[in-house]
C-alpha cells in the first residue's frame, strides 16, 4: 500500500534545446525512409561491376535466360523535364552496377503525390501554405544478362516495350 505522502510529480518541462534535439532525431528518421529503395531477390549479392560498364535499360521484359537481382529505384525529383529523366536513368544505371547487374528491365516513371506545408509564393515575405506537389521517380529490375551465343548485349530485343535512351515526360494527371 502506498505511503500518505505519495503525491504525483509533474514531469520537467521539456526545454528548447531538447524539443529542437527530439524534433531533429524524428526528421532524421524520417528521412532515411523515404530515399530510393533497393529490394534483393537473390540471397548472394553479385559483385558490383566497374562504373564504365554498360548498362542497358529497357521499358519492357527480355527474352530469357537473365538472372534477376534486384529492384531498384531512383530518388524522387520534382522537376518535369527531359533533363531529369536522362539523370535519373543515369542514376538507374549507376545503382544496377553497384548491385552487378548489367541491365534493367521493366522500367517505369512512377509519381509520388505528396501533401505538405509549400513556400507559398502569393505574398512577398516567406511564408508556407498548406499544399500539394509531385515527385517523380523511376523503378525497374536490375537484371544480369549472360553471355548468350553468337548475340552480344546489343543483340538482345525486348518482349515489350523498346530499349531506352530517354524517356519523354508523362502528362500530368488530372487534379482530384
Given at each position: 500500500?502506498p ?32 530515399g ?8 548472394e ?37 527531359d ?29 509520388k ?54 524517356l ?9
Amino acid at each position: 500500500m502506498p505511503s500518505a505522502d505519495f503525491a504525483w510529480k509533474d514531469p520537467q518541462p521539456m526545454t528548447p534545446l531538447r524539443n529542437t534535439l527530439v524534433l531533429s532525431i524524428l526528421m532524421f528518421l524520417a528521412a532515411a525512409c523515404a530515399g530510393p529503395r533497393t529490394k534483393w531477390l537473390v540471397t548472394e549479392h553479385p559483385a558490383p561491376l566497374p562504373p564504365n560498364t554498360k548498362v542497358d535499360v529497357y521499358v519492357g521484359t527480355i527474352d530469357p535466360p537473365y538472372q534477376q537481382i534486384a529492384w531498384i529505384e531512383t530518388g524522387a525529383v520534382a522537376q518535369e523535364t527531359d533533363q531529369a529523366r536522362v539523370d535519373q536513368l543515369e542514376e538507374l544505371r549507376t545503382k544496377a552496377r553497384e548491385v552487378g547487374a548489367n541491365a534493367i528491365q521493366d522500367v517505369k516513371i512512377l509519381q509520388k503525390r505528396v501533401k505538405s506545408m509549400t513556400p507559398d509564393e502569393r505574398v512577398p515575405f516567406k511564408a508556407w501554405q498548406q499544399g500539394r506537389y509531385n515527385l517523380y521517380f523511376m523503378r525497374g529490375m536490375a537484371i544480369k544478362v549472360g553471355e548468350r551465343p553468337g548475340k552480344t548485349m546489343s543483340d538482345v530485343e525486348p518482349l515489350e516495350g523498346w530499349a531506352v535512351t530517354k524517356l519523354p515526360v508523362p502528362p500530368p494527371l488530372p487534379q482530384q
